[in-house]
């Protein structure tokens, strides 16, 4: 919160204004939130059909050319699954070299082949 936009928008009132502020996620998006409840949520159900805490590795699978690849790259990661990003091979430099410092193996194919008909 700011105190000077506080008084600006609220006056003399005891109002605050509460700032959410998505750049400061691990991957800098709001999307490894998704992935780790995507995560959680898959690793919880098989668990309950195994009838057992313990899973061989769970590999996840996504398409992505930027902040869902890594946020689900970490989110795997940090259960200790692996991750797979199929990003186009014209995908941010960046984006490709954290997806892989997050632990993910990442395919690059061709633009048109990730288009679904």
Do not use: W
């Not at 009132?13 to 509460?18: K, S, T, V």
């Not at 690793?43 to 061989?56: I, Y």
């Not at 946020?71 to 091979?89: D, E, M, R, Y």
């Not at 892989?100 to 082949?113: L, N, R, S």
Request: one cysteine or more.
């Amino acid at each position: 919160t700011c105190r000077t936009i506080d008084s600006q928008v609220f006056g003399d009132d005891d109002g605050r204004i509460l700032f959410k502020c998505e750049n400061f996620q691990r991957v800098g998006a709001f999307k490894f939130r998704g992935a780790c409840n995507a995560v959680a949520a898959v690793l919880e159900r098989k668990r309950e059909e195994a009838g057992t805490a313990e899973l061989a590795p769970v590999r996840f699978v996504t398409e992505s050319s930027g902040n869902h690849g890594q946020g689900l790259a970490l989110a795997a990661k940090l259960q200790g699954h692996p991750a797979v990003v199929v990003v186009p091979n014209d995908a941010p430099k960046v984006k490709v070299e954290a997806m892989e410092g997050y632990g993910a193996e990442v395919v690059q194919v061709p633009p048109e082949e990730r288009k679904s008909e």
